[in-house]
């Protein structure tokens, strides 16, 4: 189960980091060409980014790694938001004051769903273990009975079958035999008693 959840994460990871290159493509060019430093350069970084963020929102088959892959992106682009933001001339010191909060704001906001999805996430997986051993029980019990109907079902034919011999010898004369059968019929029934009395326990 802890394995086959594992490769889920890595798939899940891989998946959304793929999501994510692409998306972030253009921006990555537009970064690298030095695009953003300019005045009301921040802005346009601001909606590229959240755009960037809507898209990726939106696209499907994410999986459980789908918040942390989107922060550790974010947490790439701090130092190169920061120098945006220093940048623009078209911004004044508190703007750029408030801009910043927003971004320290918009982070904390991420990393709080990150927990709450970490969270979810390991109740699940602890309530299909939950499950998955319950099945097993479950399973192990009827195995465990099935055995025991068959051993006194097999007991019982054996029973009947040196019922059988008795009365031949009994006819035939031989109570010496007929009291060694009757020694191996009572041991019979006692071990019928005794499955009966076993409690089905799973430890």
């Not at 594992?6 to 537009?30: F, G, V, W, Y």
């Not at 942390?68 to 911004?91: G, H, P, Y």
């Not at 009365?167 to 004369?173: D, E, F, K, N, V």
């Amino acid at each position: 189960m802890k394995e086959f959840s594992t490769l889920n994460e890595n798939k899940s990871t891989e998946h959304c980091q793929i999501i994510i290159q692409q998306l972030s493509a253009a921006l990555d060019q537009r970064i690298s060409q030095r695009k953003f430093l300019k005045p009301g350069g921040y802005m346009l970084f601001l909606e590229e980014k959240r755009t960037i963020m809507a898209k990726y929102d939106t696209a499907p088959n994410k999986g459980l790694k789908s918040l942390e892959v989107l922060q550790e992106f974010m947490n790439n682009l701090k130092v190169i938001e920061a120098t945006i933001l220093q940048a623009d001339e078209s911004l004044t010191a508190k703007e750029k004051q408030i801009a910043e909060s927003q971004a320290e704001a918009e982070a904390a906001k991420r990393q709080r769903q990150i927990l709450e999805e970490q969270a979810r996430s390991l109740q699940e997986s602890l309530e299909n273990q939950k499950k998955s051993y319950e099945q097993h029980e479950k399973m192990l019990i009827e195995k465990m009975e099935s055995d025991r109907r068959n051993l006194i079902a097999e007991n019982e034919r054996m029973i009947d079958q040196k019922l059988q011999e008795q009365s031949a010898m009994l006819t035939a004369g031989h109570q010496s035999n007929v009291n060694a059968l009757q020694g191996e019929i009572n041991g019979l029934k006692g071990k019928n008693r005794d499955i009966l009395l076993l409690p089905c326990v799973i430890s």
